[in-house]
């Protein structure tokens, strides 16, 4: 008989015999009176990530590998910390999950390289058995997004994982109005303005304004901005829809360096607006 506190496997996904071991209760998921089918479908609804996983316990990994399948979402897991950090570096993931990396400097390095090498500002969960409230907390302040410490339920696991997410492509809409160098932004009338006059604006573009605006500076994949636009239809939209969007955006806000702004598609990983601190000589007399 299976404890149920260990996830259950179905017939087409098997994993080694050990993960069935009683013995593994003190560091995966735990999953009491959990109903798989009914956890998928109350997550229906919420965006599907593709999510970049590493750790040496493949027990720990597996296990999250199969919560994550079950809600909709992709994971990839790498080996090793290399491997890991070269996918984050070239590709886009919404989500990046650090598991136990056989020390807790091993943990902290590869997410110290994230925040401070690779630069990115992608949502961080470091999994862990560490108690230790030090040591969470110095998780937490050398970048991550939340740390979670195993065991713990595969409902509630899923529930932190997409409210972040959900908090990292937040739009403030309660915010009336608000003030972007030459560009403001009327919120509840859903109007924006450069340079004082009125810009012509489709409701999409509106939205995609806006969401650029509240993420200046932050790395968004192209997924998060089909998904914060057009809601659940986001698979449904073309990438080259996208794009006609995000060209009548720049071009009517005026998102070019001259006007000390910066709107960079990045290859196989996304968007980003840029505020420039100075438009240089040569950018003003262009």
């Known amino acids: 008989m299976v404890d149920k506190h260990v996830l259950v496997l179905n017939d087409q996904q098997q994993a080694p015999r050990q993960i069935m071991s009683t013995r593994l209760n003190e560091h995966v998921l735990s999953t009491p009176e959990v109903d798989v089918k009914s956890a998928h479908h109350t997550l229906g609804n919420t965006m599907h990530m593709r999510i970049a996983m590493v750790g040496d316990d493949r027990t720990q990994m597996f296990l999250l590998r199969r919560a994550l399948l079950t809600a909709g979402h992709t994971p990839e897991y790498y080996k090793t910390s290399s491997e890991f950090l070269d996918a984050v570096n070239h590709f886009s993931f919404e989500v990046l999950i650090i598991g136990t990396l056989g020390s807790q400097a091993g943990e902290l390095e590869v997410?110290?390289?994230?925040?401070?090498?690779?630069?990115?500002?992608?949502?961080?969960i470091v999994v862990t058995t560490e108690r230790s409230e030090d040591w969470v907390v110095n998780v937490l302040r050398t970048g991550a997004d939340d740390c979670i410490v195993l065991p713990v339920g595969q409902s509630e696991f899923l529930a932190r994982l997409e409210a972040i997410v959900r908090r990292w492509i937040h739009v403030p809409t309660a915010l009336r109005s608000f003030r972007a160098g030459r560009i403001t932004v009327h919120v509840q009338s859903r109007r924006i303005l450069v340079d004082d006059e009125p810009?012509?604006?489709t409701s999409k573009d509106f939205d995609l304004a806006l969401f650029l605006l509240h993420n200046v500076g932050r790395l968004v994949s192209r997924s998060q901005i089909l998904h914060a636009i057009w809601g659940r239809r986001h698979q449904l939209i073309r990438s080259r829809t996208l794009d006609t969007h995000m060209s009548r955006?720049?071009?009517?806000l005026q998102l070019v360096e001259s006007q000390g702004w910066r709107l960079t598609a990045v290859y196989r990983r996304g968007y980003r607006l840029e505020r420039?601190?100075?438009a240089t000589k040569e950018q003003l007399e262009e």
């Open 111 to 124: 997410l110290g390289r994230v925040r401070g090498v690779l630069n990115l500002t992608v949502p961080v």
């Open 199 to 201: 810009v012509e604006l």
């Open 249 to 252: 955006v720049r071009r009517r």
């Open 276 to 278: 420039l601190k100075k």
